[in-house]
């Protein structure tokens, strides 16, 4: 039940990012998609794997944020 649960928040935070044109609303897709991707690697017993892969996309987040919000800012 666990992995299911899993699915859908990672699925309902790849529909976020899709569906909304803020970026504020996008980026907060990403992150609960990011957090429900590592969780569900430390479910399967790849800790590490899971907490690189959430450094890596927590500055990548940080990276489309700030640029999304320049360009809208013009």
């Given at each position: 039940?666990?992995?299911?649960f899993l699915g859908v928040c990672l699925v309902l935070g790849a529909?976020?990012?899709a569906s909304n044109p803020s970026p504020?609303?996008?980026v907060l897709g990403l992150l609960?998609?990011?957090?429900?991707?590592c969780g569900w690697?430390?479910?399967l017993g790849a800790s590490f794997i899971s907490l690189a892969l959430f450094l890596v996309y927590l500055g990548g987040i940080l990276a489309?944020?700030?640029?999304?919000v320049l360009?809208?800012?013009?």
């Open positions: 039940i666990l992995y299911f529909l976020a990012v504020y609303y996008g609960v998609g990011s957090v429900v991707g690697l430390v479910s489309v944020f700030v640029y999304s360009l809208a800012v013009d």
